[in-house]
């Protein structure tokens, strides 16, 4: 998600854009994502991805690999079921219609492979205010069935202020 | 692990590892959309796009971000070989209905690790002469 999201509202409804109180809280775990051979084909293909470990899956086996490789930002997949539970969450009180993305990061212990299921955890790392504005950085651990933590994805969100 | 082997001592920072320009149109919006989930209609509306005060329609920023590391991804020969890889976005990339964005991607190295086996590619992504991504780095396993 960027430049807004799913949860549109007018943009002249103004409010407080989030809750400082929400810095260091957990959302629990996301319900397991099975990550699918042909899902990871559509995704490599929508961010133009030829590498063969992506598409086929002999490539991937010969590389070492035990099904297909996605994509890194592939990731961004898990992490959005994680931040519609914040999305959820009045406690967070985010106006999503005002939300920018700023930045993004993937840390992967290893790569997403098909046949994966993951579930994700996020923590709210920080809320800032930046003049009129706020700065939310979310960081989503996502672990596999054996609970190893496959990446960590840093996400952080600009929320414009209320004019 | 992969079949293309890159030896690790044979590279120098500021090297040119790759380039790589992209046409997005509103068919890649509309393929990412689906692929990722993400169904916000300032990515495929007008009309939208233009009641939320933005001028257009744009790219998912992490569409840029997905076909940035592409660069490091072809030059390293695999896509699991991408240990870290963050961006930061700092301009909308609007999509014209008929004309699309380009979006010219080049990659060098930044920093190598060899008792790591690390390798940082630096990547610049280029709109209508604006940059897109900043500090967009991805970090290579050798």
């Known amino acids: 998600m960027c430049w807004g999201s799913a949860n549109f509202k007018p943009i002249w409804q103004t409010r407080a854009v989030v809750n400082i109180n929400v810095q260091g809280k957990k959302y629990p775990a996301t319900d397991p994502y099975l990550v699918g051979r042909e899902k990871i084909r559509e995704f490599a293909s929508a961010v133009f991805s030829t590498s063969a470990t992506s598409h086929d899956v002999d490539a991937a086996i010969a590389a070492g690999y035990a099904d297909l490789v996605a994509p890194p930002t592939f990731a961004v997949v898990i992490q959005e079921r994680s931040l519609h539970t914040v999305l959820a969450d009045p406690e967070a009180d985010i106006d999503f219609s005002r939300v920018v993305h700023g930045d993004q990061r993937f840390v992967h212990k290893r790569p997403i492979l098909a046949g994966d299921e993951l579930t994700s955890v996020l923590e709210v790392a920080s809320v800032k205010s930046l003049g009129a504005h706020s700065m939310i950085t979310f960081n989503t651990e996502i672990f596999d069935s054996a609970n190893e933590l496959v990446c960590t994805a840093i996400s952080t969100l600009v929320v414009r202020g209320g004019e | ?142």
């Open chain 2, 1 to 142: 692990m992969s079949t293309k082997h890159i030896d690790i001592n044979s590279l120098t920072v500021g090297d040119l590892i790759g380039s790589r320009t992209f046409t997005f149109t509103r068919d890649s919006l509309v393929r990412y959309a689906g692929a990722s989930g993400d169904f916000n209609p300032i990515h495929y509306r007008d009309d939208f796009a233009k009641s939320v005060g933005l001028d257009g329609v744009l790219a998912h920023g992490m569409l840029t971000m997905g076909a940035a590391v592409q660069v490091a991804i072809d030059w390293a020969g695999d896509a699991g070989r991408i240990a870290d890889y963050g961006v930061r976005f700092t301009k909308p990339v609007f999509v014209d209905a008929a004309a699309g964005a380009s979006v010219e991607v080049t990659g060098k190295i930044g920093e190598i690790k060899i008792d790591e086996a690390l390798v940082r590619i630096d990547l610049t992504a280029v709109c209508a002469d604006l940059a897109v991504l900043g500090k967009a780095q991805a970090w290579v396993r050798l």
